[in-house]
């Protein structure tokens, strides 16, 4: 059974920066693609970064030039940079994967606040 954790988050000041990781135990094989989604209070989860295990990637248009998305296969984690935060992009952030059989996993969030 594969597990996915998050870590990173917390509280930052408008303009600041936070990294966010995400590790898959459980896991001896590679996983396929591997995302972060968030869902800010109120509103539908949405995706924020993805990445392929080829390392191609696609971004929110809110989030472009700001967050960069990267992964380590040997170590099956996902990491979601993120610069020039805004307090729009405070919400729960999710790390998403899917395994090469098509099995999606889900890690349990990470809070984000963005906020002076």
């Known amino acids: 059974q594969v597990q996915l954790v998050e870590s990173g988050g917390g509280l930052v000041q408008p303009g600041g920066s936070l990294r966010l990781s995400c590790a898959a135990s459980g896991s001896r094989f590679r996983l396929n693609a591997m995302y972060w989604y968030r869902q800010a209070p109120g509103k539908e989860r949405e995706l924020v970064a993805q990445i392929t295990s080829l390392g191609s990637t696609n971004y929110a248009d809110s989030v472009k030039d700001r967050f960069t998305i990267s992964r380590d296969n040997a170590k099956n984690t996902v990491t979601l940079q993120m610069n020039s935060l805004k307090p729009e992009d405070t919400a729960v952030y999710y790390c998403?994967?899917?395994?090469?059989?098509?099995?999606?996993?889900w890690g349990q969030g990470t809070q984000v606040t963005v906020s002076s």
């Open positions: 998403r994967a899917i395994s090469y059989d098509g099995v999606v996993y």
